[in-house]
């Protein structure tokens, strides 16, 4: 089997102030980095476009006509401080949901072994009716509430590690005793959610904080006694990743000291967790990650090794 790549072009439409970290060349570095010979095999797929239906899997019509209505045609606007929408941001959400509803699909049709969406915005910081975070739309609830209705499972996992929590993650699948959700995290740290006691409404929130300055060590031996029990035990039919990198130690956001070969190691064991409960069935999509060049060598170490447990 293979992995799929999924990405567009519009994902570097959605233009961001000067300065601001979530900028254009975070993709343009990650599609460098899985250009070269290595990355051949990936089998490329141009992400469609999501539909309003997609988009209803996570958030109220209300929600998705209001952003919808604030796409500007000619500026750059701010939703809040952090979260900015250009000319091209709405096409360019609409890719990243496009792209993990596709990814779905291509990986439980049996089109390949898994897949990595190469988009942005991000999204899991996207709550119900609140864009935040350099986030629009939940992709990662998208991905799993779409292979749960179109595709008839009965239970999917998301597993975050990116450094911030996935506060949208959580707050659009409290209600949901068929979607796990575990996340990794610094803390402190924005958004400042994440406690080891916001355990949803049926017990299915798995949150593991992390103290800054915390290493490879401490990130591994968490998974080992908290996440990949507690997935083991939920018996996902699909896993779906929220993959940011931005837990590397170069990154400038936070204060946690991962290198590439943890990213690794996480997506290693989580393919080893897929093959064992679900047929190896793995979805990625890239959320944070902030340091340009720490951002393509990690995304480029977890695609690796998505490729290598799809084979």
């Known amino acids: 089997m293979s992995t799929a790549l999924l990405h567009h072009a519009d994902c570097l439409g959605h233009v961001t102030p000067y300065g601001h970290p979530e900028q254009v060349a975070r993709l343009e570095y990650v599609s460098r980095a899985l250009s070269t010979d290595e990355f051949a095999p990936l089998v490329r797929v141009e992400a469609p476009l999501g539909e309003d239906a997609h988009l209803l899997l996570a958030h109220p019509q209300a929600y998705v006509t209001a952003i919808r209505n604030a796409a500007p045609a000619d500026e750059t606007i701010s939703l809040d401080p952090d979260t900015h ?8 959400a609409l890719r990243a949901v496009g792209a993990n509803v596709k990814a ?30 350099f986030c629009l739309f939940g992709n990662a609830v998208i991905a799993a509430r779409h292979a749960l209705r179109a595709h008839g499972l009965s239970r999917a996992a998301i597993i975050d590690f990116d450094v911030h929590h996935g506060n949208g993650t959580q707050d659009l699948v409290w209600d949901d005793a068929d979607i796990l959700f575990a996340s990794s995290h610094q803390s402190p740290l924005y958004p400042g959610s994440g406690k ?3 355990q949803g409404a049926h017990g299915q929130i798995v949150n593991v904080p992390l103290p800054p ?3 490879g060590t401490l990130f591994r031996k968490s998974y080992e ?9 939920h018996k996902p039919e699909i896993i779906i990743i929220s ?14 000291n991962l290198i590439e070969e943890d990213f690794a190691w996480a997506t290693r064991e989580i393919c080893r967790l897929a093959d064992g409960l679900c047929g190896g069935r793995v979805v ?11 951002l393509a060598s990690s995304a480029a170490a977890h695609v690796r090794t998505l490729m290598e447990a799809a084979k």
């Open 225 to 233: 006694r908290i996440v990949f029990p507690a997935v083991e035990a």
């Open 243 to 256: 993959a940011g990198f931005d837990a590397h130690r170069d990154d400038p956001l936070a204060n946690l």
């Open 104 to 133: 779905v699909d291509m990986v439980l049709d049996g089109e390949v072994g898994n897949a990595f969406c190469a988009t942005r915005p991000p999204g899991h910081h996207a709550e119900k009716q609140t864009p935040m975070g």
């Open 213 to 215: 300055n915390s290493d």
């Open 284 to 294: 990625s999509t890239l959320e944070g990650g902030y340091d340009l060049d720490a």
């Open 85 to 92: 929408m250009s000319p091209g941001s709405l096409n360019a």
């Open 196 to 198: 080891p006691e916001e």
